[in-house]
């Protein structure tokens, strides 16, 4: 695997800086090869409203969606009325349409330690926790 290494000043140049964007100024990709069913939504809007938004949507400096389709969906579901956005101005079309894949995809290729995971699945499931383990969508993790 190549991957390139960031120049050094890279992130000084590139900062990103979230701000909040009305719904309304976002445009889905037609062509984002992601899928979301009513459940999977369903279960972003639930974190959402369980943690926050704490993963801003991508876009471009139209407002086209680079990532984060699910995401605005879950708000639309919500009736928020604005959405956390990271604007990525200097993406070439070729990059953007990489990235949009990339994002959905390298997390998958993701596993777990089945172990750990149990052992916190178990903590969280103490009464004094308080917490909904529906959120962490576990049936789809073990």
Do not use: C, F, M, Y
């Given at each position: 695997m190549n991957i390139q290494k960031p120049q050094a000043d890279v992130f000084a140049i590139h900062r990103l800086e979230v701000a909040y964007k009305p719904l309304t100024a976002l445009t889905p990709d037609p062509?984002?090869?992601?899928?979301h069913s009513k459940k999977q939504v369903e279960q972003i809007a639930a974190s959402i409203r369980a943690f926050g938004f704490t993963n801003p949507i991508l876009a471009d400096p139209d407002g086209n969606i680079i990532a984060g389709?699910?995401?605005?969906?879950a708000a639309k579901e919500l009736g928020l009325?604005?959405?956390?956005?990271i604007e990525l101005a200097d993406?070439?079309?070729?990059?953007?349409r990489a990235l949009r894949l990339a994002d959905n995809k390298i997390a998958l290729n993701a596993g777990?330690?089945?172990?750990?995971l149990k052992l916190e699945l178990a903590d969280l499931s103490l009464p004094d926790m308080d917490?909904?383990?529906g959120l962490t969508v576990r049936r789809q993790i073990i």
């Open positions: 062509r984002n090869a992601r899928t389709h699910g995401r605005l969906r009325a604005e959405v956390p956005v993406l070439t079309e070729p990059q953007k777990w330690d089945v172990e750990v917490i909904d383990l």
